[in-house]
Every structure is written in C-alpha cells, then in structure tokens.
C-alpha cells in the first residue's frame, strides 16, 4: 500500500507549490503503469489499482511517498 505524506506532496489546492519547479509537478502520475493516482485539489493514491511497483516513490522528488 502506497502512503502519501501531504506535509511533503507540493501539489496542494490544485497546484503546484514548489519553489523549484517551473512546471507542474507530475512525476508520480507520469510514473504509474496502472493510472493509480489522480490529482485535484490533492494527489489521490487508489490502492485498488495500485501494484506496489514502487515506480511513484523513485519518482516523487519531495519523498512524499513510501510503501507500507
Ligand atoms: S506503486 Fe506503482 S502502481 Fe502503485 S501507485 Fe505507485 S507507481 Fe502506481
Ligand atoms: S511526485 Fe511527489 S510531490 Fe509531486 S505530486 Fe506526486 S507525490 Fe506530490
């Protein structure tokens, strides 16, 4: 089961909030092979789809997530 911190996950309120990307942060939606997050207002983990492939964790530069 994939577990996201959102103190760590800049994507909040519908957007980005880092002060070092220029472009929106996607590099765990990029990275999922099953299409297992979403994102609105926050990044959404459906861990019914989710394969514990661990690609979104090596991905997420902020380390906001991590496998339980
Ligand atoms: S562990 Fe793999 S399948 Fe699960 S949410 Fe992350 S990238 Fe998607
Ligand atoms: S890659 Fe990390 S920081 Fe970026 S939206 Fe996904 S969880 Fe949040």
Redesign the pocket.
């Known amino acids: 089961m994939?577990k996201i911190n959102y103190d760590k996950c800049c994507w909040r309120d519908g957007e980005c909030t880092s002060c070092s990307c220029d472009e929106e942060c996607t590099g765990?939606l990029e990275?999922?092979?099953?299409?297992?997050?979403t994102r609105d207002d926050k990044v959404i983990?459906?861990?019914e789809?989710?394969?514990?492939?661990?690609?979104?964790?090596s991905?997420c530069e902020k380390g906001a997530?991590s496998?339980e």
């Open positions: 994939i765990c990275a999922c092979p099953v299409e297992a997050i983990i459906d861990n789809k989710c394969i514990d492939c661990d690609a979104c964790i991905a997530l496998l």
